[in-house]
Protein backbone atom coordinates (compact mmCIF):
# COMPACT_ATOMS: atom_id res chain seq x y z
CA UNK A 1 0.00 0.00 0.00
CA UNK A 2 1.49 3.31 -0.70
CA UNK A 3 1.27 6.06 2.09
CA UNK A 4 -1.86 8.14 1.37
CA UNK A 5 -1.95 10.41 4.00
CA UNK A 6 0.01 14.02 4.57
CA UNK A 7 -0.24 14.84 8.16
CA UNK A 8 -0.06 12.42 11.02
CA UNK A 9 -0.67 13.59 14.93
CA UNK A 10 -1.79 12.26 18.25
CA UNK A 11 -4.56 13.32 20.50
CA UNK A 12 -6.42 11.99 23.33
CA UNK A 13 -9.23 9.63 23.01
CA UNK A 14 -11.58 7.85 25.35
CA UNK A 15 -9.25 5.01 27.37
CA UNK A 16 -6.02 6.39 26.31
CA UNK A 17 -4.73 8.30 23.33
CA UNK A 18 -4.93 7.57 19.45
CA UNK A 19 -2.71 8.48 16.05
CA UNK A 20 -4.56 10.07 13.43
CA UNK A 21 -3.74 10.02 9.50
CA UNK A 22 -5.21 13.21 8.13
CA UNK A 23 -6.98 13.79 11.09
CA UNK A 24 -8.52 10.04 10.81
CA UNK A 25 -7.97 7.62 13.64
CA UNK A 26 -6.13 4.62 12.58
CA UNK A 27 -7.49 1.00 13.21
CA UNK A 28 -5.98 -2.19 13.45
CA UNK A 29 -5.83 -4.89 10.80
CA UNK A 30 -9.08 -6.01 12.67
CA UNK A 31 -10.60 -2.95 11.62
CA UNK A 32 -10.44 -2.07 16.56
CA UNK A 33 -9.58 1.47 17.07
CA UNK A 34 -6.01 2.00 17.61
CA UNK A 35 -6.04 3.15 21.46
CA UNK A 36 -2.89 3.24 22.99
CA UNK A 37 -2.20 3.24 27.01
CA UNK A 38 0.44 5.88 26.76
CA UNK A 39 1.07 9.13 25.26
CA UNK A 40 4.76 8.57 24.44
CA UNK A 41 3.85 5.35 22.88
CA UNK A 42 1.15 7.39 20.52
CA UNK A 43 3.84 9.64 19.87
CA UNK A 44 6.76 7.08 19.01
CA UNK A 45 3.87 5.27 16.69
CA UNK A 46 3.18 8.79 15.26
CA UNK A 47 6.63 8.84 13.89
CA UNK A 48 6.89 5.49 12.68
CA UNK A 49 4.04 6.54 10.54
CA UNK A 50 5.69 9.87 9.53
CA UNK A 51 8.56 8.40 8.38
CA UNK A 52 7.19 6.58 6.17
CA UNK A 53 8.30 7.46 2.26
CA UNK A 54 6.38 10.64 1.13
CA UNK A 55 5.96 8.98 -2.23
CA UNK A 56 6.76 5.24 -1.83
CA UNK A 57 5.15 2.20 -0.39
CA UNK A 58 4.22 1.85 3.46
CA UNK A 59 6.61 -0.54 4.97
CA UNK A 60 4.97 -2.75 7.98
CA UNK A 61 7.85 -4.71 9.14
CA UNK A 62 9.99 -1.44 9.72
CA UNK A 63 6.91 -0.50 12.00
CA UNK A 64 7.53 -2.43 15.54
CA UNK A 65 6.16 -0.37 17.60
CA UNK A 66 2.78 -0.38 15.70
CA UNK A 67 3.11 -3.86 15.05
CA UNK A 68 3.13 -5.04 18.37
CA UNK A 69 0.56 -2.37 19.35
CA UNK A 70 -2.06 -3.79 16.86
CA UNK A 71 -1.17 -7.61 17.90
CA UNK A 72 -1.83 -6.53 21.53
CA UNK A 73 -5.92 -5.37 20.77
CA UNK A 74 -6.36 -7.76 17.86
CA UNK A 75 -4.91 -10.71 19.59
CA UNK A 76 -3.82 -10.51 23.33
CA UNK A 77 -7.03 -8.92 24.10
CA UNK A 78 -9.73 -11.89 24.06
CA UNK A 79 -7.25 -14.28 24.63
CA UNK A 80 -5.23 -13.47 27.58
CA UNK A 81 -4.84 -17.00 29.39
CA UNK A 82 -3.71 -18.21 26.00
CA UNK A 83 -0.94 -15.78 25.67
CA UNK A 84 0.07 -16.08 28.92
CA UNK A 85 0.35 -19.83 28.64
CA UNK A 86 2.49 -19.76 25.60
CA UNK A 87 4.97 -17.54 26.94
CA UNK A 88 5.42 -19.03 30.04
CA UNK A 89 5.59 -22.51 28.38
CA UNK A 90 8.75 -21.85 27.37
CA UNK A 91 10.40 -21.98 30.63
CA UNK A 92 9.96 -25.56 30.53
CA UNK A 93 12.23 -26.29 27.62
CA UNK A 94 14.22 -22.36 27.98
CA UNK A 95 17.44 -21.94 26.24
CA UNK A 96 19.42 -20.54 29.16
CA UNK A 97 19.22 -23.89 30.43
CA UNK A 98 20.08 -25.98 28.15
CA UNK A 99 24.00 -26.23 28.19
CA UNK A 100 26.81 -27.64 25.42
CA UNK A 101 29.35 -30.36 27.75
CA UNK A 102 31.88 -29.72 24.83
CA UNK A 103 33.84 -27.65 23.33
CA UNK A 104 35.35 -26.22 26.39
CA UNK A 105 35.41 -22.89 25.31
CA UNK A 106 31.44 -22.37 24.39
CA UNK A 107 30.97 -24.41 27.65
CA UNK A 108 32.75 -22.08 30.04
CA UNK A 109 31.03 -18.73 27.86
CA UNK A 110 27.11 -20.44 28.32
CA UNK A 111 27.83 -20.14 32.14
CA UNK A 112 29.46 -17.32 32.41
CA UNK A 113 26.66 -15.66 30.58
CA UNK A 114 23.70 -17.20 31.00
CA UNK A 115 23.75 -18.96 34.59
CA UNK A 116 24.00 -15.42 36.06
CA UNK A 117 20.38 -14.99 34.23
CA UNK A 118 18.75 -17.90 36.00
CA UNK A 119 20.23 -16.98 39.20
CA UNK A 120 18.20 -13.41 38.73
CA UNK A 121 15.42 -15.47 37.77
CA UNK A 122 15.77 -17.89 40.70
CA UNK A 123 16.21 -14.72 43.41
CA UNK A 124 14.00 -12.54 41.68
CA UNK A 125 10.74 -14.94 41.30
CA UNK A 126 11.55 -17.86 43.14
CA UNK A 127 11.55 -20.16 40.18
CA UNK A 128 15.26 -22.22 40.20
CA UNK A 129 15.23 -23.74 36.88
CA UNK A 130 17.38 -26.91 36.62
CA UNK A 131 20.28 -27.46 34.07
CA UNK A 132 20.48 -29.96 30.94
CA UNK A 133 23.71 -31.35 29.20
CA UNK A 134 22.68 -31.23 25.52
CA UNK A 135 19.40 -31.24 24.02
CA UNK A 136 17.48 -33.66 26.08
CA UNK A 137 14.85 -32.68 27.68
CA UNK A 138 14.65 -32.03 31.24
CA UNK A 139 11.80 -31.80 33.69
CA UNK A 140 11.85 -28.31 35.77
CA UNK A 141 10.16 -27.82 39.22
CA UNK A 142 6.61 -27.40 39.02
CA UNK A 143 6.85 -24.31 41.42
CA UNK A 144 9.38 -22.81 39.44
CA UNK A 145 6.95 -22.95 36.11
CA UNK A 146 4.18 -21.92 38.41
CA UNK A 147 6.41 -18.87 39.66
CA UNK A 148 6.91 -17.64 36.06
CA UNK A 149 3.30 -18.22 34.91
CA UNK A 150 2.50 -15.40 37.74
CA UNK A 151 5.75 -12.89 36.42
CA UNK A 152 4.09 -13.13 32.80
CA UNK A 153 0.54 -12.74 34.03
CA UNK A 154 1.64 -9.58 36.11
CA UNK A 155 1.93 -7.79 32.17
CA UNK A 156 -0.70 -6.25 31.04
CA UNK A 157 -2.37 -6.80 27.66
CA UNK A 158 0.03 -4.47 25.83
CA UNK A 159 3.31 -6.04 27.92
CA UNK A 160 2.26 -9.50 27.00
CA UNK A 161 2.34 -8.36 23.60
CA UNK A 162 5.76 -7.39 23.52
CA UNK A 163 6.99 -9.92 26.11
CA UNK A 164 5.79 -13.24 23.81
CA UNK A 165 7.31 -11.56 20.43
CA UNK A 166 10.67 -11.38 22.57
CA UNK A 167 10.24 -14.55 24.11
CA UNK A 168 9.57 -16.19 21.17
CA UNK A 169 12.33 -14.66 19.34
CA UNK A 170 14.71 -14.96 22.00
CA UNK A 171 13.34 -18.65 22.62
CA UNK A 172 14.06 -17.82 26.59
CA UNK A 173 11.02 -16.25 28.84
CA UNK A 174 14.14 -15.32 31.05
CA UNK A 175 15.31 -13.61 28.79
CA UNK A 176 12.39 -11.55 27.79
CA UNK A 177 11.42 -11.16 31.64
CA UNK A 178 15.12 -9.71 32.03
CA UNK A 179 14.24 -6.98 29.31
CA UNK A 180 11.05 -6.17 30.59
CA UNK A 181 12.83 -5.77 33.88
CA UNK A 182 15.15 -3.80 32.66
CA UNK A 183 17.60 -5.88 33.84
CA UNK A 184 19.01 -6.37 30.72
CA UNK A 185 19.46 -3.99 27.71
CA UNK A 186 18.61 -5.12 24.19
CA UNK A 187 22.27 -5.09 23.22
CA UNK A 188 22.87 -7.74 25.87
CA UNK A 189 19.61 -9.47 25.04
CA UNK A 190 20.65 -10.24 21.46
CA UNK A 191 24.02 -11.41 22.47
CA UNK A 192 23.05 -13.98 25.36
CA UNK A 193 20.38 -15.33 22.92
CA UNK A 194 22.80 -15.70 19.61
CA UNK A 195 25.24 -16.45 22.26
CA UNK A 196 25.71 -20.45 20.90
CA UNK A 197 25.46 -18.71 17.22
CA UNK A 198 28.09 -16.24 17.60
CA UNK A 199 30.40 -18.68 18.89
CA UNK A 200 29.79 -20.67 15.57
CA UNK A 201 30.50 -17.42 13.33
CA UNK A 202 33.87 -16.63 15.22
CA UNK A 203 34.66 -20.03 14.39
CA UNK A 204 33.68 -20.46 10.67
CA UNK A 205 32.24 -16.81 9.88
CA UNK A 206 29.35 -15.73 8.92
CA UNK A 207 27.08 -15.65 5.99
CA UNK A 208 24.53 -13.50 3.94
CA UNK A 209 21.82 -15.57 5.56
CA UNK A 210 22.87 -15.44 8.91
CA UNK A 211 23.46 -11.74 8.60
CA UNK A 212 20.07 -10.83 7.85
CA UNK A 213 18.84 -12.95 10.43
CA UNK A 214 20.44 -11.43 13.04
CA UNK A 215 19.28 -7.69 11.90
CA UNK A 216 15.70 -9.05 12.30
CA UNK A 217 16.52 -10.40 16.00
CA UNK A 218 18.74 -7.50 16.65
CA UNK A 219 15.25 -5.44 15.61
CA UNK A 220 12.61 -7.68 17.13
CA UNK A 221 13.92 -7.31 20.72
CA UNK A 222 14.86 -3.55 19.86
CA UNK A 223 11.49 -2.98 19.16
CA UNK A 224 10.50 -4.94 22.40
CA UNK A 225 12.13 -3.29 24.57
CA UNK A 226 10.91 0.28 23.39
CA UNK A 227 7.74 -0.97 23.70
CA UNK A 228 7.84 -1.89 27.16
CA UNK A 229 9.38 1.16 28.09
CA UNK A 230 6.79 3.43 26.74
CA UNK A 231 4.29 1.52 28.56
CA UNK A 232 6.03 3.37 31.51
CA UNK A 233 5.08 0.03 33.00
CA UNK A 234 4.85 -3.55 31.57
CA UNK A 235 3.16 -4.86 34.58
CA UNK A 236 -0.12 -4.49 35.47
CA UNK A 237 -0.19 -2.24 39.42
Known amino acids: MKRFYRSVTVAPATGGFEVRLDNRP?????ARPLILPTEALAAEIAQEWT???EKGEIKPLEMGLMRL??????RVTGQRHKVIDDTAKYAGSDLLCYRADTPTDLVVRQARVWQPLLDWAATRYAAPLELAAGIQHRPQPPESLAAL??????HSDFGLSALFNLTTAMGSVVLALAVSERHLDPSAAFEAAELDALYEIEKWGEDSEAIQRHQRLRRDIGAGARFLELLGSARIL
Open 26 to 30: IRTPA
Open 51 to 53: EQP
Open 69 to 74: AATAID
Open 149 to 154: VQAVAA
